[in-house]
């Protein structure tokens, strides 16, 4: 088998040919960009090991390097003002990047973000990455590569539901309804955005609903104070307990299906379409409902 050449994979480079080295080769290939300085302490560790994750990388991504004592136009214009500053491009375009130094663990994180937007196959590769990133709790991380995606591919619905989930993971309202308010109407009712917008629905009504023991209370009072009960389920849903919330709502419909215009019901499509398909939560809470309707 043929190894793979990889002292072609970094260079230097200078004003005059960072078109050439980093905007038009980052259309073949992805580029990271290194702004370095002899006198840079943190530049001397960094650099080396972005080296070594590239070169790992076996050609999925290239490094090119700037000294900016001796180059700054491009400095300048990528508005670097420390070092050391990276910046990922792809299809000449910048999608990434940090500033500051960075653990061996991190870097290769980033090597292998960058390289993922490569190609077609590629950005399914950085979706699903994005996505473990969401899974485990990585939510910075998660949000920075869905953002990238989309630096890329602004239309790219999987990565606005990832983005937008992400922001809500994070408790970060503002930038999840900004980014909502983004999305064309003819573009919300799309497979890939129902859950996250659902998420995102469930989570502004939960900030107008009482606490859950209050809520339980005025039900143990009566039992058919149906705007009670889908208040708990609301409370309940924000705050993880999403299969009691199901039942809560199962509950509601039970008792007066029609209330309400069918509150109940309505509720509870909007909470099954946030835990999404592949939800057993999900599953079991549409046979309940069925199985309801056909009584």
């Known amino acids: 088998m043929e190894l793979q050449d990889t002292t072609s994979l970094v260079k230097d480079t200078d004003d005059a040919s960072f078109v050439a080295d980093v905007i038009e080769a980052s259309k073949e290939t992805p580029v990271i960009v290194d702004f370095w300085a ?9 650099g080396p090991a972005l080296e070594t994750a590239v070169q790992a ?3 999925a991504v290239k490094m090119v390097k700037v000294n900016i004592d001796e180059n700054q136009q491009m400095a300048a214009q990528m508005q670097v003002k420390s070092i050391p500053a990276v910046f990922a491009f792809v299809d000449g375009k910048p999608v990434d990047g940090f500033m ?4 061996p663990a991190e870097l290769k994180e980033f090597v292998q973000r960058v390289s993922a937007m490569g190609s077609g196959a590629g950005m399914e590769q ?22 990238a995606i989309l630096a890329e591919e602004d239309g790219n619905m999987a990565a606005i539901s990832g983005l937008l989930r992400a922001y809500l993971a994070q408790g970060n309202m503002d930038s999840a309804e900004n980014l909502a308010a983004q999305i064309p109407e003819d573009k919300k009712s799309d497979p890939a955005l ?4 659902a998420q995102l629905a469930l989570a502004n009504a939960a900030t107008e609903v009482g606490e859950s023991a209050e809520l339980r209370a005025t039900l143990a009072a009566n039992a058919d104070d149906h705007q009670a009960r889908l208040d708990l389920a ?3 849903a924000a705050s993880g307990d999403v299969a009691e919330a199901v039942d809560e ?12 215009d ?8 909007t909470l099954l379409d946030a835990l999404g398909p592949e939800s057993e939560i999900a599953q079991k809470g549409r046979r309940k409902l069925a199985s309801m309707i056909l009584v």
């Open 57 to 59: 990388a076996g050609g």
């Open 194 to 197: 129902s859950a996250a917008l």
């Open 100 to 103: 500051g130094a960075q653990g």
């Open 126 to 147: 950085a979706l699903e990455m994005a996505e473990q990133m969401l899974s485990d709790g990585d939510l910075d991380d998660a949000v920075q590569t869905f953002s």
């Open 234 to 236: 609301t409370a309940l």
């Open 38 to 46: 002899p006198w840079c302490g943190p530049c001397k560790s960094l």
């Open 262 to 269: 069918g509150a109940a019901k309505a509720q509870l499509f």
């Open 249 to 260: 709502l199962l509950e509601a419909f039970r008792r007066d299906r029609e209330w309400n």
